[in-house]
């Protein structure tokens, strides 16, 4: 079982910066970021795999970069130029198979970080 705890969510505005962070207490294969808006489905939107390589979600590409620790077990999400659009319950997940952007794929899930981008 791993547990996973995030931090660094917040009140922005837009065009504005925030720096998630995700503490895992062990390793997974795969790792990364989904969000939840009100009313909407909860969707993938970003996920690294140990050696490095990302996927991104469309609407995020450009903006957003995902990056993870390996050796501390951490992962982080950093957000630029954000947007309204963006506003959402951001969850920190983790599989144990390459590009786990579908939920199908997450094994264990974090209690979620909001995340909220004015206009």
């Known amino acids: 079982q791993v547990q996973l705890v995030e931090s660094g969510g917040g009140s922005v505005q837009a065009g504005g910066s925030l720096r998630l962070s995700c503490a895992a207490s062990?390793?997974?294969?795969?790792m990364g970021w989904f969000r939840q808006a009100p009313g909407k489905e909860r969707e993938g939107v970003a996920v690294?795999?140990?050696?490095?390589?990302?996927s991104y979600e469309d609407s995020v590409k450009g903006r957003f970069t995902i990056s993870r620790d390996n050796a501390k077990n951490t992962l982080y999400l950093q957000m630029n130029s954000l947007k309204p659009e963006d506003t959402g319950m951001y969850s920190c997940?983790?599989?144990?198979?390459?590009?786990?952007?579908?939920?199908?794929?997450?094994?264990?899930w974090g209690q979620g970080t909001q995340v909220t981008v004015s206009s």
């Open positions: 997940a983790a599989g144990p198979f390459r590009g786990c952007m579908s939920a199908r794929y997450i094994a264990y």
């Open positions: 062990g390793y997974t294969y795969c």
């Open positions: 690294i795999n140990s050696d490095g390589t990302t």
